[in-house]
């Protein structure tokens, strides 16, 4: 009988071995069987030759996973035969013991778990193969039972016995390791026993790893906050939200508002005629958004790395109390439009962009709140109250619903996308992931690096194989890259649940300008392109949601309302963008290209970028 080293054992056919020494005091089956006879002492041996061998034969398929034996010195295979669904031979392991006349004792696991009808010790040097003894060690890990069944995969171990948990699986604690560890623990794992954090992730601190409390940050919370914050500082970074300066600064700002306020009063009160002049000059300047001039608005303000700015200028803004005039522009005709782009300067557009209206048209109150603040990584970049992504947390009390990315118009569809917020720490990681399986999209098309000239703009928020990010597993299952564009499929599990989505990174764009090669975005753009019964959202990203990622909306916007209509209107598709998230098509280089790459596509078939 083949037995386990706890006495169970296993019957067999047959015992066979490629020779037997001369004179053996016993039949053939019975002088091979002494291999399995639970007595070390006593061995089995062949002649002196090449390729000698021992087989058992089982008498129904068995499960071979981990097993010991006791041999001589040599070079030995062992491998387990099959003979369902075809006859096959598979390799369990190679083995070498060094001495010919020591006995060692050899633990060994297969590479995988096997279903075998016999199992081959083959010595594969010239030698006699003598075996004392073989047993049974048991399954391999992550397996349990005579049978080999798979421990729970809440385990990460499990009894080889009974398959009772003997440490659970990453993020899980608790005696049937059924519950979920604390989300903001660092390496997402906790105190099997109590499920307390055994580390945090920076802004968060405690057993149950709560964010850090006003005036503190970093690791453990263990930094206080500078003195040149008002009141509170980043949880992760320390940035203040609102440097006593600032709040000195806008102090003086409301006081000479109050003046300014206060003189034109008085105008008011000296003749109609002055305040009908006024009051009109006022409005030209909303209508042209003078305060756009030179880099377009908000290329004046370098996109900061601080989370939150109470200062902002929009602050104080509840309705929607800001004029906001639609520039109507006819569309132009398909055919025209390539040579209309070919007339049109740099300086001439240009020109057109700034006259575009890029004033604020609703209010964004759920981004200014105090436990939303540093969830915005650049300030005066918030998502529109009205049309934001809401996330359900119920299951995760600790965040809010809140995530920086808003729901976005095609032109035939509504909510045809997602302008995103790219990740840019374990927090947004994880409400980015939520947004993902909370919305069901079905794609995510990132247009940024993750560092451009020296700094992070977009942290990788997805695993290199697999991982679990919240409550989401996260797999990646296929990598593809072509010449600027990075094709990634991952399959998303939560619960029972599994989906997969596309991932299409696109490489070859900068911030504030346009894509070095046109080519190669028009192939991003038919790359991601679905079926018209897809109605499910994509989620566009850049860094901070607006400027590459408006473009690129806008050129899917248009190439729908050139299919649809036979016609097109640039200024009109980023008036209406700008009114579902702030300054969508960021700069006059991105305006340029917008046209270029719309005239390449609606006049020429794309070149396929190839390696």
Known sequence: MLCYKDITCIA??????????????????EYAARAIDGDQFVFTQTKHENQSYWTITFQRPTIISCFSMFIYGGLYNVSVNLSHPYLREELCEQLQAVSP?????????????????????????????????????????????????????????????NGKC??????????????????????????????????????????????????????????????HCLEHCDAHTGAC??????????????????????????????????????????LQEVLTCSKCEGQDVYQIIELQESVGDSTNEYDDLYENTVPYVNIIKEG??????????????????????????CAVTDTFQNALQDENRRKNRYKRIYPYDYNRVKLDMVHMPEYTDYVNASYIHGFIRENKYIAAQGPFNHETTLLFWEMVWQSDCSKIVMLTNTREQHRTLCVEYWPENEDRIGRIKIKL??????????????????GNELRKIKHYQFTG???????????????????????????????????????????????????????????????????????????????????????????????????????
């Open 12 to 29: 067999y056919k047959n015992v066979t071995q490629s020779s037997y020494p001369d004179g053996i005091p016993v039949s053939e089956q």
């Open 101 to 161: 006349i020591t006995r060692y004792r050899i633990g060994v696991c297969c590479k995988h778990q096997m279903v075998a009808d016999s199992l081959t010790v083959l010595r594969t040097d010239p030698g006699a193969l003598k075996i004392n003894e073989i047993y049974l060690d048991g399954c391999c890990r992550g397996f349990y039972g005579l049978s080999c069944m798979e421990c729970n995969k809440s385990c990460s171990t499990c009894d080889a016995a």
């Open 166 to 227: 003997l440490s659970c699986a990453k993020s899980l604690y608790g005696e049937k390791c059924d519950k979920r560890c604390p989300y903001n623990c660092s390496d997402d794992q906790c105190d099997r026993n109590t499920g307390n954090c055994r580390g945090c992730h920076y802004g968060f601190d405690g057993p149950n790893c709560q964010p850090c409390e006003n005036g503190k940050y970093g690791s453990n919370c263990s930094e206080f906050c500078s003195n």
């Open 241 to 282: 939200h609102e440097s006593r300066y600032e709040a000195f600064r806008q102090k003086l700002l409301n006081e000479k508002t109050a003046i300014i306020f206060g003189a034109v009063i008085l105008f008011l009160l000296l003749g109609a005629i002055v305040i009908l002049v006024k009051r009109t000059h006022c």
């Open 332 to 357: 132009v005709p398909v055919a025209d439009f390539g040579e209309m782009v070919k007339k049109k300067t740099l300086s001439v557009l240009k020109s057109e962009f700034k006259d575009i209206s």
């Open 477 to 494: 299952e296929k990598y593809r890259r072509l010449p600027l564009i990075i094709i990634r499929t991952f399959v998303l599990q939560k």
């Open 509 to 611: 764009w900068l911030q504030k300008s346009g894509p070095s090669n046109v080519n190669a975005f028009l192939q991003l753009y038919n790359l991601t392109q679905g079926r018209e019964e897809d109605t499910r959202p994509i989620i566009v990203h850049c860094s901070a949601g607006i400027g590459r990622t408006g473009t690129y909306i806008a050129f899917d916007c248009l190439m729908d309302e050139a299919n649809e209509t036979g016609q097109l209107s640039v200024v009109n598709c980023i008036l209406k963008l700008r009114q579902q998230r702030p300054l969508m098509v960021q700069t006059s280089d991105e305006y340029h290209f917008l046209h270029k790459a719309l005239a390449e596509n609606l006049t020429h078939v794309y070149a396929e970028v190839v390696a």
